[in-house]
């Protein structure tokens, strides 16, 4: 072993402590810094010694010295209360929690360790193993692994949040710009209010429409059952008639849900008293749902973190452009289905009236408009306008937007997300290398590390499916 090279001193510290595993003893540190690294047998009276140094003070490091002959019965004497260090067991288990969804606990460490190296360990000392690559692999605090770098900025008072907010929308101005007719969906989080009107001042806000259902189903602890269904057909109502009467309902079962809907704003969660065509986005569901995509992710170090939404928006990106290249309908496939839907309600011989259930309906296929609202807010041509369509053998393509139509999808995905090279062969400037990041004030909160987000009152008391008749579709029985 004398003469032999390696790359740095961490590399040589790594090998030394796998062989005292292998060998089954302890050595003592006589002397270690950045251009010396000296090693002894943990008995005074026994000749093993090992020493090496840097090569002309650089990063290389050689072995001049290796005297392994033990003479002291270690095996025996010293074996069982020798140390086993977390650094090195890490080491052992890093490469089986490079996928971070894999389920790797303490007790899968302990056997693992016990089979390779024929050692045992204590649980703590596995359960700190297993921590300790997520520091090895980028030199990070373990914080991320407790609380979560993404959702940092809950532990943050109001002014630190504000300012995380707003550097946010000002990053998103950047890339995103300011267009016709945009809007911002979210919940009622005061942070996002504040710097949405602040970056965005021209730009409507919207609320998330079960966001707001939940502050509904909290304050009021009354007649949830008859009002959720309600308050949904509310927001998503096209005509004022169909919301008036809606209203009138709410009003009879508890006229506080009223008013607090009316302080609000209607503009705010309502489809039909938009400022803007919000269309068929009333809940902030898609962020919620790349939450739910990530929640794994959430407990690695932000480097880490970032490369794996990187990862996963390069899968869906790829994945969803296969799919809508794959779309030889002129709409996108689930559109589609719906005007397949659509056709079998009937028309009249009248082109621009059409009578549905005993109702009359006008559609003014110039202006792209039906009484009923869907045509003009969804942009795709609802029932009746899809009966004059088709009265007049017109191709409903040509009267829907072209964010439904599947050449549309594909210019969506057309960016690609490209992979980035190892952080190693990264070229960065001395003026951002030399910065110098702090860690955010943080401590650690009592009790276990919750993984999976409080669920509202809501969602709790949600009533459990129920099973129903094939024949009939009534609850009670399935047959």
């Not at 003479?71 to 020798?82: F, G, M």
């Not at 080491?91 to 050692?119: A, E, F, H, Q």
């Not at 809606?246 to 009879?252: A, D, G, T, W």
């Given at each position: 072993m004398a003469g032999q090279v390696y790359k740095d001193k961490a590399t040589l510290k790594e090998v030394m402590e796998n062989y005292a595993i292998a060998q089954r003893f302890e050595f003592?540190?006589?002397?270690?810094?950045?251009?010396?690294?000296?090693?002894?047998?943990?008995?005074?009276?026994?000749?093993?010694?090992?020493?090496?140094?840097?090569?002309?003070?650089?990063?290389?490091?050689?072995?001049r010295e290796f005297i392994d002959n033990h003479t002291y019965p270690l095996k025996d004497k010293v074996y069982e209360q020798r140390q086993s260090r977390n650094s090195l067991i890490c080491g052992m288990i890093r490469p089986k929690l490079t996928n971070y969804k894999r389920k790797y606990t303490p007790k899968d460490i302990i056997d693992d360790v016990k089979s390779d190296l024929g050692v045992d360990i204590s649980y703590m000392l596995a359960w700190r193993a297993k921590e300790k690559p997520i520091?090895?692999?980028?030199?990070?605090?373990?914080?991320?692994?407790?609380?979560?770098?993404?959702?940092?900025?809950?532990?943050?008072?109001?002014?630190?949040?504000?300012?995380?907010?707003?550097?946010?929308?000002?990053?998103?101005?950047?890339?995103?710009?300011?267009?016709?007719?945009m809007c911002i969906v979210s919940d009622r989080n005061e942070s996002i209010i504040k710097s949405v009107s602040r970056v965005y001042p021209n730009v409507p806000q919207f609320a998330c429409i079960w966001h707001l259902w939940n502050n509904v189903y909290k304050k009021f602890k009354?007649?949830?059952?008859?009002?959720?269904?309600?308050?949904?057909?509310?927001?998503?109502?096209?005509?004022?008639?169909?919301?008036?009467?809606?209203?009138e309902k709410v009003e009879k079962v508890d006229i506080r849900v009223k008013e607090y809907l009316e302080l609000a704003g209607y503009e705010k969660w309502a489809r039909l008293y938009a400022p803007v065509n919000r269309g068929r986005t009333m809940t902030s569901n898609i962020a919620e749902s790349i939450n739910a995509a990530l929640v794994s992710a959430m407990e690695l170090p932000i480097y880490n973190f970032l490369?794996?939404?990187?990862?996963?928006?390069?899968?869906?990106?790829?994945?969803?452009?296969?799919?809508?290249?794959?779309?030889?309908?002129?709409l996108g496939e689930k559109y589609q289905e719906m005007h397949t839907l659509n056709e079998v309600v009937p028309s009249t011989e009248y082109l621009h009236t059409v009578n549905d259930g005993g109702r009359n309906y006008t559609v003014c296929m110039l202006e792209r408009k039906c009484v009923c609202g869907r045509f003009q807010v969804d942009e795709l041509s609802c029932p009746h306008a899809w009966a004059v369509l088709k009265s007049k053998f017109l191709m409903p393509e040509e009267y829907c937007s072209n964010y439904y139509k599947s050449?549309?999808?594909?210019?969506?995905?057309?960016?690609?997300?490209?992979?980035?090279?190892?952080?190693?062969?990264?070229?960065?400037?001395?003026?951002?290398?030399?910065?110098?990041?702090?860690?955010?004030?943080?401590?650690?909160?009592?009790?276990?590390?919750?993984?999976?987000?409080?669920?509202?009152?809501?969602?709790?008391?949600?009533p459990k499916s129920q099973h129903s008749c094939s024949i009939c579709g009534q609850g009670g029985h399935n047959k």
């Amino acid at each position: 072993m004398a003469g032999q090279v390696y790359k740095d001193k961490a590399t040589l510290k790594e090998v030394m402590e796998n062989y005292a595993i292998a060998q089954r003893f302890e050595f003592r540190v006589d002397r270690s810094n950045a251009v010396s690294y000296a090693l002894s047998c943990i008995s005074e009276d026994c000749e093993w010694r090992f020493k090496a140094s840097s090569i002309n003070k650089s990063e290389l490091f050689k072995v001049r010295e290796f005297i392994d002959n033990h003479t002291y019965p270690l095996k025996d004497k010293v074996y069982e209360q020798r140390q086993s260090r977390n650094s090195l067991i890490c080491g052992m288990i890093r490469p089986k929690l490079t996928n971070y969804k894999r389920k790797y606990t303490p007790k899968d460490i302990i056997d693992d360790v016990k089979s390779d190296l024929g050692v045992d360990i204590s649980y703590m000392l596995a359960w700190r193993a297993k921590e300790k690559p997520i520091v090895v692999v980028d030199g990070s605090h373990l914080k991320s692994y407790y609380t979560g770098t993404f959702v940092s900025a809950s532990t943050l008072d109001g002014a630190e949040n504000d300012a995380a907010w707003t550097w946010f929308f000002e990053q998103f101005k950047i890339a995103y710009g300011d267009r016709e007719n945009m809007c911002i969906v979210s919940d009622r989080n005061e942070s996002i209010i504040k710097s949405v009107s602040r970056v965005y001042p021209n730009v409507p806000q919207f609320a998330c429409i079960w966001h707001l259902w939940n502050n509904v189903y909290k304050k009021f602890k009354r007649s949830h059952a008859k009002l959720s269904e309600i308050y949904f057909s509310m927001a998503k109502a096209y005509t004022q008639a169909e919301f008036d009467s809606l209203m009138e309902k709410v009003e009879k079962v508890d006229i506080r849900v009223k008013e607090y809907l009316e302080l609000a704003g209607y503009e705010k969660w309502a489809r039909l008293y938009a400022p803007v065509n919000r269309g068929r986005t009333m809940t902030s569901n898609i962020a919620e749902s790349i939450n739910a995509a990530l929640v794994s992710a959430m407990e690695l170090p932000i480097y880490n973190f970032l490369k794996e939404v990187r990862k996963m928006f390069g899968r869906w990106n790829c994945s969803n452009r296969k799919e809508a290249t794959q779309t030889y309908t002129t709409l996108g496939e689930k559109y589609q289905e719906m005007h397949t839907l659509n056709e079998v309600v009937p028309s009249t011989e009248y082109l621009h009236t059409v009578n549905d259930g005993g109702r009359n309906y006008t559609v003014c296929m110039l202006e792209r408009k039906c009484v009923c609202g869907r045509f003009q807010v969804d942009e795709l041509s609802c029932p009746h306008a899809w009966a004059v369509l088709k009265s007049k053998f017109l191709m409903p393509e040509e009267y829907c937007s072209n964010y439904y139509k599947s050449n549309t999808v594909v210019m969506t995905y057309d960016v690609h997300v490209y992979p980035l090279p190892d952080r190693y062969d990264w070229n960065i400037p001395a003026h951002v290398a030399e910065e110098v990041v702090l860690p955010p004030k943080w401590k650690k909160p009592l009790g276990k590390p919750k993984k999976k987000r409080n669920k509202p009152l809501s969602e709790l008391l949600q009533p459990k499916s129920q099973h129903s008749c094939s024949i009939c579709g009534q609850g009670g029985h399935n047959k």
